[in-house]
């Protein structure tokens, strides 16, 4: 495997110990290292680096009408910045070929273009992997002869790297028939890494995804709240955020900003000195939480407006970028550039419309959310009866109970005469009224005063108050919740 192990090792090495540049950055050593094997005669990967594409399709090599197809494109600024930087590392190297003694022996001092560079480092981006060294304590950059020309697909990843006999091992992530490509997964990049690093775009991608950068602004007079409130949450007032593709465009995080956003000093205030405040921000993420109707109306319809103008900034629709896509003579660059803009627009057009869906359905989801707490209280009122009922029948067994021994208790009296009365040392006996209380104190039982206290209690522990005609009131802060 080149490595970026072997480029220390290779006529390259003085140079990578001197230069900071080639230190820090393993991606770009190796590029230049690959540019050194190419030229050398009789390198030993000659016969790995003769059959790297001649060019390749990555944006560096993208023409200035390819190039503004991407106009529009959340990913503009990224494809613009690589070629500049790849520009300006160029400038770099070719002054420090030029001028540093540990080059003199290298074969680029003659031949070393832009064209070059960008094919070296164009062949690392869509090539490169990290591989164990040896001790295994550390991860190289590295290409793997045959491995990398495997294209990807959906799947997962499905190779490891074995210490023991230093070698990448792959197993097939499915079943591929007889003569059929064999493909692998690159991992879950969005279509503009792809486009960007490996220059081509998956439309079946699964994982695709936009960024989209909020803030919460400096003048907003409560910005030093939401602030903190975000800072606890582990977000900060100005970052970027994915916008998935599929059924779930919009993560937690994205979640708990928007309605931080939202909030208004109360909320924010309650939040902060609040003694669940771990549970309260993580409820924040959550779709089947909301802090307010109002508050939650407004996060949902901040979302769509702030998506909507992302789609405008386009300057063209989906539709018509999918009619452009059925132009049969457009480059290979062209076709990329449009596929990445549709796949853009499409999950931004997704995720406002869900944004909508979530907005009109607040109504419902707070009636649900009643409807259930009602259900709750019932429950609670129906047990509570039912408990009501069995403590009447005990009570009436034991008035029954009562009964018979107070009989009992005044036959014996009327046979033993004065004895009842007086005792023998003179002392006043127990009285019939005393005795009949007994078999009530040593049953154990609660007064009713007691259990009107129990039975309150457990109706509360759901959440809701019951009036004494047993239909639930419930409060504006219970909904909340």
């Known amino acids: ?88 590392q160029y400038a770099y190297f070719y002054k420090l070929f030029q001028t540093q003694p540990e080059a003199t022996g290298l074969p680029l ?32 950059t590295a290409l793997i002869p045959m491995w990398d020309m495997c294209n990807h697909s959906n799947g997962e990843f499905s190779t490891e790297f ?24 690159y991992g879950m990049r969005s279509n503009a890494e792809f486009l960007i690093h490996n220059g081509f775009v998956y439309p079946e991608n699964v994982h695709d995804r936009v960024n989209i950068k909020l803030g919460v602004s400096k003048n907003d007079s409560l910005f030093a709240m939401k602030a903190e409130v975000l800072s606890r949450a582990g977000i900060h007032a100005s970052t970027t955020f994915q916008v998935h593709c599929g059924k779930d465009p919009i993560p937690p995080e994205l979640l708990v900003f928007l309605r931080v956003f939202t909030m208004v000093e109360g909320d924010l205030r309650e ?6 405040q771990s549970a309260y921000l993580s409820c924040l993420g959550r779709l089947d939480c909301m802090v307010t109707q109002e508050q939650e109306t407004k996060a949902w319809a901040f979302l769509e407006t702030r998506l909507s103008l992302l789609i405008r900034s386009y300057r063209t629709s989906i539709k018509d970028v999918e009619t452009e896509l059925q132009a049969p ?45 009602a259900a709750d209280v019932a429950l609670t009122v129906k047990v509570s009866d039912d408990l009501d009922g069995e403590f009447v029948e ?6 029954e109970d009562e009964e018979e ?31 009949s209380k007994s078999p009530e104190k040593d049953s154990g039982l609660e007064s009713s005063s007691e259990r009107e206290s129990v039975d309150g209690d457990a109706i509360k522990m759901n959440g809701a108050t019951v009036e004494a005609n047993g239909e639930a009131s419930i409060s504006e802060k219970e909904l909340k919740n």
């Open 271 to 276: 939040l902060l000195t609040s003694e669940h």
């Open 394 to 399: 005990e009570v009436l067994e034991l008035s």
């Open 109 to 140: 001092k003659e031949c070393f273009t832009f064209d070059e560079y960008r094919w070296a480092v164009s062949t690392v981006m869509t090539r490169q992997n990290q591989v164990p060294t040896g001790d295994g304590r550390h991860l190289i």
């Open 405 to 435: 021994l107070g009989t009992d208790q005044k036959a014996d009296a009327h046979a033993e005469g004065t004895d009842l009365e007086v005792s023998n040392d003179g002392n006043a006996a127990v009285s019939h009224a005393e005795e």
């Open 329 to 373: 003579d457009m480059t290979y660059h062209t076709r990329a550039a449009l596929q990445l803009k549709l796949a853009e627009m499409q999950i931004l057009s997704n995720a406002a419309e869900y944004a909508k869906t979530q907005r009109d359905k607040i109504p419902q989801l707070i009636e649900e959310k009643i409807l259930q707490l």
């Open 162 to 185: 074995n210490l023991g006999s230093d070698s990448a091992e792959c197993l097939a992530m499915r079943d591929f028939p007889t003569d059929s490509q064999v493909y692998i997964f």
């Open 1 to 88: 495997m080149l490595t970026t192990e072997t480029a220390r090792e290779s006529s390259l090495g003085p140079l990578i110990k001197k230069d900071r540049i080639l230190q820090v950055m393993a991606n770009v050593s190796l590029a230049l290292h690959v540019l050194c094997e190419k030229y050398t005669s009789n390198s030993f990967w000659a016969p790995y680096i003769n059959i790297f594409p001649g060019t390749y399709t990555t944006p560096l090599y993208f023409e200035e009408g390819e190039m503004l197809h991407l106009q529009g494109s959340l990913n503009f600024s990224d494809v613009l910045n690589q070629y500049k930087s790849i520009a300006r």
